[in-house]
């Protein structure tokens, strides 16, 4: 993997033929860069494999029987 550099003067030269509104994106994404990485949430196990395990009762299937015929217009 090639590690690709850029500096300091090639940067303010592309900056400088920019347009305003690229400019503005511009700062946005470096104020996004700038911020601290949050600290991830840490949920059980548990949690993460079926939060809404045993919040919904199924009886039968709720479609259709799978073992009878039917006909949808009915």
Request: aromatic share 0%.
């Given at each position: 993997m090639v590690k690709l550099m850029i500096s300091r003067e090639i940067l303010k030269t592309a900056i400088d033929t920019i347009d305003d509104t690229q400019?503005?994106?511009l700062h946005r994404i470096i104020l996004a860069f700038s911020k601290p990485i949050?600290?991830?949430v840490n949920l059980t196990l548990s949690?993460?494999?079926?939060p809404l395990k045993g919040s919904i009762v199924f009886e039968n299937d709720i479609i259709a029987p799978i073992d009878l015929l039917w006909e949808a217009e009915q």
């Open positions: 400019l503005e994106i949050p600290n991830p949690e993460n494999i079926n």
